[in-house]
């Protein structure tokens, strides 16, 4: 079956634009997460959905950053008045709640360049 | 406050060698322990993980060793081949109840040697 998907691959804008980031997770998964990869880094949480549930908005860096996730499937990230310290690989993850391994699938994610 | 700590930064390796990589951690609330390997380009893949009720675990040439008293857990790839050459994260992940998402090392980039 089709893995966690993201789009775009790659995405290069303005400082001071606003982007937005598209995850496609695993169907029937019903646990997404975001996280961002800056260069020779770990990777860093940045928000969690489970289900119906509020998300785990505790690692977002600024209010500069949202996301959203629609129907339970499908997520985007925001980023405003993007800054060149946001330039990063955004790598989204879905996992299945029941699973007790909680496995995390990961997608290619989106490198985001802030000239 | 970084609650992962990982090293090496970097490793290079012969090929047939065994590559060994350290993680610490200061959370003692966290009870699951993987490792990703990621290829450049691509996003990380879950490679082997443990829970802190056991010391070891295999999986072919891949094996975690977890100490749990001085909360330090390692990753041995046996026999390492050219095709090992990656970014390797390890993780850790809180008890249930509390937050789900993973908390990585700063990763290690190992290359074999053909």
């Known amino acids: 079956g089709a893995g966690v998907s993201q789009s775009p691959s790659n995405k290069v804008t303005e400082k001071g634009k606003d982007v937005e980031l598209r995850c496609d997770p695993i169907?029937?998964?019903?646990?997404l997460y975001w996280y961002r990869q800056s260069l020779g880094q770990g990777l860093e949480f940045l928000i969690y959905f489970q289900g119906n549930s509020a998300p785990d908005k505790s690692g977002l860096p600024s209010d500069r950053f949202s996301a959203e996730r629609t129907g339970g499937s499908v997520s985007t990230l925001t980023i405003q008045r993007t800054q060149q310290e946001d330039s990063a690989v955004y790598l989204c993850?879905?996992?299945?709640?029941?699973?007790?391994?909680?496995?995390?699938?990961f997608g290619p994610g989106t490198r985001l360049t802030v000239l | 406050q970084q609650q992962v700590k990982q090293s090496p930064q970097s490793l290079i390796v012969q090929k047939g060698g065994i590559s060994i990589i350290n993680c610490a951690y200061e959370?003692?609330?966290?009870?699951?322990f993987p490792w990703y390997q990621q290829f450049p380009g691509k996003g990380p893949a879950l490679l082997i993980a443990?829970?802190?009720?056991?010391s070891e675990k295999k999986e072919g040439r891949f094996t975690i060793s977890f100490n749990k008293s001085a909360k330090q857990f390692s990753l041995h790839i046996m026999d390492s081949q050219p095709g090992d050459s990656a970014t390797y994260f390890c993780?850790?992940?809180?008890?249930?109840?509390?937050?789900?998402?993973?908390?990585f090392g700063s990763g290690t980039q190992l290359t074999v040697l053909p």
């Open positions: 443990i829970r802190p009720d056991v």
């Open positions: 959370n003692t609330a966290f009870d699951y």
């Open positions: 169907s029937g998964h019903t646990a």
């Open positions: 993780a850790a992940r809180g008890a249930s109840g509390s937050a789900r998402q993973l908390t």
């Open positions: 993850a879905s996992s299945l709640w029941s699973s007790g391994r909680n496995e995390q699938f």
